[in-house]
């Protein structure tokens, strides 16, 4: 069994930041593309950003200047910090990770739960 695990969405006022986190778990043998997308209502699921495990990075370019992907490969998660929050950025966030299983050494595509980012006053 191998998942994601998100934490650290919720409520947060516009201009302000919030740091989500996302931790992979299983029966890994490698973490390779670690990313993050977002589905707004009524909007369909978009790149935010992705890590490759090497640490390169690409993002969706209305956001590059306020958010920022990173990750710990020793802990196998990875981040996004998200400044100068906008009402526009509200949606739930989602996890997306492409790893090797250890059980057959397959490639297999995760998801995380997804977790609410709420930007109002």
């Known amino acids: 069994q191998v998942q994601l695990v998100e934490s650290g969405g919720g409520l947060v006022q516009p201009g302000g930041s919030l740091r989500l986190s996302c931790a992979a778990s299983?029966?890994?043998?490698?973490?390779?593309?670690m990313a993050w997308y977002r589905q707004g209502p009524g909007k369909q699921r978009e790149l935010v950003a992705r890590?490759?495990?090497?640490?390169?990075?690409n993002y969706a370019d209305s956001l590059k200047d306020r958010f920022t992907i990173s990750r710990d490969n020793a802990k196998n998660t990875v981040y996004l910090q998200m400044n100068s929050l906008k009402p526009e950025d509200s949606a739930v966030y989602y996890c997306n990770a492409r790893v090797v299983r250890s059980v057959d050494l397959r490639p297999a595509e995760l998801w995380g739960q997804g977790t609410q980012v709420t930007v109002s006053s």
């Open positions: 890590i490759s495990s090497n640490g390169y990075t």
């Open positions: 299983g029966s890994i043998f490698r973490v390779n593309d």
